[in-house]
Nanobody, 115 residues
């Protein structure tokens, strides 16, 4: 079991930046994967960026070059640095963790980008 708590969302103008944080209630070192998804109104939840246990990072094509995922194992925290934000990035952003066959989600944090 793990609890995930996101923070850092908010309202920003197009072209601006935000950093999201996801703090886990236990060590993230051995997680199979950990990262970020988002869900815009009327759309399906989609992958934004994720770390795999092998140490790889995967990004959605729509955010490559603008978003950066990073982690601090000592703080059990994963970050999502979002730059050059666009109105199309408006969504609820969810932290996700996979531990063996179990999938965990945070409560989500709203990101709104105004034009």
């Amino acid at each position: 079991q793990v609890q995930l708590v996101e923070s850092g969302g908010g309202l920003v103008q197009a072209g601006g930046s935000l950093r999201l944080s996801c703090a886990a209630s236990r060590s993230i070192f051995s997680f199979n994967a950990m990262g970020w998804y988002r869900q815009a109104p009327g759309k399906q939840r989609e992958l934004v960026a994720v770390f795999t246990r092998a140490g790889n990072t995967n990004y959605s094509d729509s955010v490559k070059g603008r978003f950066t995922i990073s982690r601090d194992n000592a703080k059990n925290t994963v970050y999502l640095q979002m730059s050059s934000l666009e109105p199309g990035d408006t969504a609820v952003y969810y932290c996700n963790a996979v531990i063996l066959q179990s999938v965990y989600w945070g409560q989500g944090t709203q990101v709104t980008v105004s034009s």
